[in-house]
């Protein structure tokens, strides 16, 4: 597990996740430490790394949505030698598992549609398969209450995080974050 992004989030729990590189500014001036880059291209990822490092907060890539790369171990090799992002966001076991071979940080993300994907998120977790999870939609306290009692890794509420007490929720049954792209959030 990656202490840097534990302590970041132990600072400020809320992470400015971000669609349009033209929301950047808006994350970079908010109290948010870590930022969750959500979609974008290869042609921009550097510059956008390297604003967010300058301002001394962390970015984590969603690299199933990122335009330019597969997600295979090539990309991961390539992202992590010539872009050095905090880590990787990704819904495939298969790309966490070759991030974490390469010594990437993987955030797993689990869409909670039934409960065979309630179990494949609980399985991932006991079994360490990454070094954080989110859990989406976030808006399901109960949820997240039982799968941070099983997990060793932080857990994040993302998706349809849209009022304080979605938040406030989230984090007071056991996600370690929570992943927002509604802006008002960013200063909570």
Aim: proline share 3%; glycine share 6%.
């Amino acid at each position: 597990m990656n202490q840097d992004f534990v302590e970041a989030l132990e600072r400020n729990p809320v992470i400015a996740a971000i669609f349009e590189s033209s929301d950047l500014e808006e994350a970079l001036s908010s109290p948010c430490e870590v930022i969750f880059l959500l979609s974008g291209n290869i042609c921009e990822l550097k510059e956008l790394i390297h604003r967010v490092h300058a301002a001394g907060k962390k970015m984590y890539i969603h690299i199933d949505l990122l335009e330019g790369v597969a997600n295979d171990r090539s990309a991961i090799q390539f992202l992590k030698t010539h872009f050095c992002p905090d880590g990787i966001i990704t819904t495939k076991a298969v790309v966490a598992k070759h991030a974490r071979e390469e010594g990437v940080f993987v955030i797993q993300r689990f869409f909670l549609l039934d409960s065979k994907s309630y179990e494949t998120a609980r399985k991932t977790v006991k079994n360490g398969d990454a070094d954080a999870i989110e859990i989406l939609p976030g808006i399901l306290p109960e949820i997240i209450h039982q799968i941070s009692q099983c997990s060793s890794v932080p857990v994040i509420a993302g998706g349809l995080i849209r009022t304080k007490k979605n938040a406030v929720d989230s984090l007071a049954m056991g996600a370690m974050g929570v992943s927002t792209s509604c802006k008002k959030l960013w200063n909570m």
